[in-house]
């Protein structure tokens, strides 16, 4: 578990500046070693079906799929915190009308939607994250809206309205620094769930579009050579793999400091 950090930094420091030091671009095909195994010459781990290397391929589309992970979950923090700090704040009518527009998302297969607005809007990276942001945020909204219960009935809240403070002022000078944490723990058992939806987008062919590349596509692409080059599958799902187990056991270690 001391590990987990280490075993993180590692990934997002080989995905940011591995493909700086390798000899071939990610895109870049190489027409003499189509399909060769790892170890060949000048192709560490190997080349897909159509002589791009494997190992430029894997650490950029690990970046990408990074990149797509934080953004989506960034969008979905910003949303999830300003409606479960809005709804705890007004209380009453509002935030039971608030919390039932949640519950009802809550009932929509989420991954269809996104996949709906992949086929409506187009395939577009920045549409991917901005779809899977808004699709997410309703846990986030939940959690921010209970801890705003809770600390709108503290002292120091109270002593702010007492001295007349705008409600806005003491949701932004008060209430949200005080459940930044909770917040940014569950920011983190977010990512892992946008990685997923990410690669699945991708290997359906909806998400990243070439010839930028994402572990999805390499996924999908391994598993079409699984037969012929079962290497070409070993290595982004290896990665996708390790890169989700260590992402959620982070934030549920996190998760489980901050509750105790």
Same mark, same amino acid.
């Given at each position: 578990?001391? #590990?987990?950090?280490?075993?993180?930094?590692?990934?997002?420091?080989?995905?940011?500046?591995? !493909?700086?030091?390798?000899?071939?671009?990610?895109?870049?095909?190489? +027409?003499? @070693?189509?399909?060769? !195994?790892?170890?060949?010459? /000048?192709?560490?781990?190997?080349? %897909?079906?159509? *002589?791009?290397?494997?190992?430029?391929?894997?650490?950029?589309?690990?970046?990408?799929?990074?990149?797509? #992970?934080? @953004?989506?979950?960034?969008?979905?923090?910003?949303?999830?915190?300003? +409606? *479960?700090?809005? @709804?705890? +704040?007004?209380? /009453?009518?509002?935030?039971?009308?608030?919390?039932?527009?949640?519950?009802?998302?809550?009932?929509?297969?989420?991954?269809?939607?996104?996949?709906? $607005?992949?086929?409506?809007? &187009?395939?577009?990276?920045?549409?991917?994250?901005? &779809?899977?942001?808004?699709?997410? +945020?309703?846990?986030?909204?939940?959690?921010?809206?209970?801890?705003?219960?809770?600390?709108?009935?503290?002292?120091?809240?109270?002593?702010?309205?007492?001295?007349?403070?705008? !409600?806005? *002022?003491?949701?932004?000078?008060?209430?949200?620094?005080?459940?930044?944490?909770?917040?940014?723990?569950?920011?983190?058992?977010?990512?892992?769930?946008?990685?997923?939806?990410?690669?699945?987008?991708?290997?359906? /062919?909806?998400?990243?579009?070439?010839?930028?590349?994402?572990?999805?596509?390499?996924?999908? %692409?391994?598993?079409?050579?699984?037969?012929?080059? !079962?290497?070409?599958?070993?290595?982004?799902? &290896?990665?996708?793999? $390790?890169?989700?187990?260590?992402?959620?056991?982070? /934030?549920?270690?996190?998760?489980?400091?901050?509750?105790?």
């Amino acid at each position: 578990m001391k #590990a987990l950090p280490a075993i993180l930094a590692l990934i997002i420091a080989a995905a940011l500046f591995g !493909p700086l030091f390798l000899p071939w671009r990610y895109d870049a095909i190489d +027409w003499s @070693a189509v399909r060769v !195994p790892p170890l060949s010459p /000048g192709h560490v781990l190997g080349t %897909d079906s159509v *002589g791009r290397d494997l190992f430029a391929r894997t650490l950029v589309g690990t970046r990408v799929t990074l990149a797509v #992970a934080l @953004a989506a979950a960034l969008v979905s923090l910003m949303i999830g915190v300003g +409606w *479960g700090a809005l @709804a705890g +704040w007004a209380g /009453g009518k509002v935030d039971e009308a608030m919390m039932r527009i949640v519950d009802a998302l809550y009932a929509l297969p989420f991954m269809f939607v996104v996949i709906l $607005l992949m086929v409506v809007f &187009g395939r577009s990276i920045v549409l991917v994250f901005i &779809g899977i942001g808004a699709v997410e +945020w309703l846990t986030m909204a939940r959690v921010v809206r209970g801890q705003v219960i809770v600390l709108k009935e503290r002292p120091f809240i109270l002593a702010a309205e007492a001295a007349g403070a705008p !409600p806005a *002022g003491i949701i932004l000078r008060h209430l949200l620094p005080n459940v930044a944490g909770i917040a940014l723990v569950y920011l983190l058992l977010t990512v892992p769930q946008v990685v997923m939806i990410e690669s699945f987008l991708s290997f359906l /062919g909806l998400g990243v579009q070439e010839p930028l590349t994402s572990l999805g596509i390499l996924v999908k %692409d391994g598993a079409d050579d699984m037969d012929i080059a !079962p290497y070409a599958l070993l290595l982004p799902g &290896g990665v996708l793999v $390790l890169l989700l187990i260590t992402l959620t056991l982070l /934030g549920e270690r996190l998760r489980d400091r901050m509750s105790a």
